[in-house]
């Protein structure tokens, strides 16, 4: 962490420098279990353990109200939160939201985008307690999310080298589906529907702890990416074996259309909020879970794909 | 509640009825032990009772960069909802932010708004947990407070006739300070800072619970709105005593030289986040807390002074 730049924008110091830089302000107390840096915190609060996430969805940045509908949007926005307790091998039991929106948005936006948001909380059984709403020149939708953990809190950084790396859920898809959409187009449906309502894969976080897992996080700014969190954290290499990385059939008709190469939209692509996580060798991982790669005594961070670096792009970056 | 319209913008529909018509929609499970509609949520997790509640706060809506430093802005969007929890008897544990902010943005900038958080958070040793930093045009701060109530939940909807309405800390400071401020002047200092770093009264929260509160809210919006609530969620009246509601003299120097009747600022002002609420008759209220009307058994939401209804606008009223 260290001293942050004192001059400089924020573009320059990049997402992950300014939340360092940031975290090593706040104050952490003895309720703090685990702090700034994973997918979710952990708090103790009366007694019990609590885990606790926020993200901030932006008009234009995140979603266009051209593309997504108002439901859409509203579920999104709690995948994406619910995603992160299912990061952290928990259940979210509840939501908060604050919605900034212009005055004159239609009533009827704002209660779809509510029954959306409702519809996918209730994947996971969460309630939605309640929130905010304030005026802003586009919609802006912060969610927080409540989980506990109720086999155990799995971290980023865990991971052992001798560890499988294995992933749950669909990945390349959401971002296929923002390929095409960005050029005008709206199918293959499929792809297009994964960009715009996200189907996090809700019961494999807690399977993940039950059965032991090492390391968690959900893709949500690109596979190489997050694990490049882990590798991080965890203070290992990551080799991915690209026989194991499936490409679904509409990721090659949405390559082959548009002269990409599906296996970037694995790679590199976010939004899906599959899980990736690290197990021990020995682990019989189920029906939900399948390896993808292996855990290296290497370079700490370094993610590679058949012993290679894989050229261009490792994801999303903020605020570039 | 009942069922939204179907048409018309949300600023027709309002803010309250707004945060009804989604209310609505929301689901709510077993662990929500008091779910939307007043300062705060209650869940039971884990064995814990938590206690959360999120604000959010644009730039240009709630605060103007060339006003409010960045340690400002910070300390305010801490207390805002440090006082949310303040409001159910409890006190926070943990925060959680939420930054959208240009590119541009000095990294100083951004330190300096952690920093302000950070200290605010500190007066009541909560700490901060992490949260999600984003682009966005213009700043955007959302918040989250996680907290526990360790003398017990003080709801809006317990008062009963015949109990004493009391309030804890400064009210009306702020007003005078943004009244101030809006005619381009920075003094008196007092009031400016009071709008620009409020002090909630953090004590007085916990303590109303332990002395038995029957109900409880901080002033965000106006003294009259906000015993408003208290009034309409109990169906009860409430009557203010003129001649109990405290006129510092900084409100009324601001009152003079603008030409105000600096009640004014006192009955509607808000952004001070001192607490009201309601007490047994024979409480002893001690320190922080001093009467300033009854409840009544009259028409429910209805709140008079020295048994009028007093002219003029309530508070303030978003989205209008």
């Known amino acids: 962490?260290?001293?942050?730049?004192?001059?400089?924008?924020?573009?320059?110091?990049?997402?992950?420098?300014?939340?360092?830089?940031?975290?090593?302000?706040?104050?952490?107390?003895?309720?703090v279990q685990l702090g700034p840096g994973d997918d979710a915190a952990?708090?103790?609060?009366?007694?019990?353990?609590?885990?606790?996430?926020v993200d901030m969805l932006v008009e234009r940045e995140h979603f266009r109200?051209?593309?997504?509908?108002?439901?859409?949007?509203g579920a999104k926005a709690a995948a994406e939160n619910l995603s992160d307790i299912n990061a952290m091998g928990g259940r979210a039991v509840a939501l908060l939201v604050a919605l900034g929106a212009p005055p004159e948005l239609e009533v009827r936006w704002a209660t779809d985008f509510a029954a959306g948001l409702a519809e996918e909380a209730g994947r996971v059984g969460a309630s939605v307690v309640g929130g905010d709403v304030t005026r802003a020149d586009v919609i802006i939708v912060s969610?927080?999310?409540?989980?506990?953990?109720?086999?155990?809190?799995?971290?980023?950084?865990?991971?052992?080298?001798?560890?499988?790396?294995?992933?749950?859920?669909?990945?390349?898809?959401?971002?296929?589906?923002?390929?095409?959409?960005?050029?005008?187009?709206?199918?293959?449906?499929?792809?297009?529907?994964?960009h715009l309502r996200p189907q996090p894969p809700y019961l494999a976080g807690p399977e993940a702890a039950r059965?032991?897992?090492?390391?968690l996080i959900d893709v949500s700014d690109g596979l190489l990416q997050d694990l490049g969190h882990i590798a991080a954290a965890s203070g290992v290499a990551i080799d991915l074996s690209r026989g194991r990385?499936?490409?679904?059939?509409?990721?090659?008709?949405?390559?082959?259309?548009?002269?990409?190469?599906?296996?970037e939209f694995v790679l590199t692509g976010g939004d899906d909020y599959c899980l990736?996580?690290?197990f021990p060798a020995e682990t019989a991982l189920g029906e939900s879970w399948r390896p993808i790669g292996a855990v290296l005594d290497g370079p700490a961070g370094v993610v590679t794909v058949d012993g290679e670096t894989p050229e261009g792009a490792r994801g999303h970056q903020h605020f570039r």
């Open 1 to 31: 962490m260290g001293q942050p730049p004192a001059t400089g924008s924020i573009a320059e110091l990049g997402e992950f420098g300014l939340v360092d830089a940031l975290a090593a302000l706040f104050p952490t107390g003895p309720e």
């Open 143 to 194: 969610v927080t999310a409540i989980g506990r953990c109720e086999h155990g809190v799995v971290m980023r950084s865990g991971a052992r080298p001798g560890d499988i790396v294995a992933m749950a859920g669909r990945q390349g898809w959401a971002a296929a589906g923002f390929a095409v959409l960005a050029r005008g187009f709206r199918s293959p449906r499929a792809v297009v529907d994964a």
């Open 276 to 278: 990736v996580g690290t």
């Open 245 to 263: 990385l499936e490409i679904a059939e509409p990721l090659q008709s949405v390559g082959a259309a548009l002269g990409v190469d599906p296996m």
């Open 42 to 53: 952990v708090l103790a609060v009366d007694g019990g353990q609590v885990v606790v996430s």
């Open 65 to 73: 109200r051209d593309w997504s509908s108002a439901s859409d949007i």
């Open 211 to 215: 059965l032991g897992a090492t390391s």
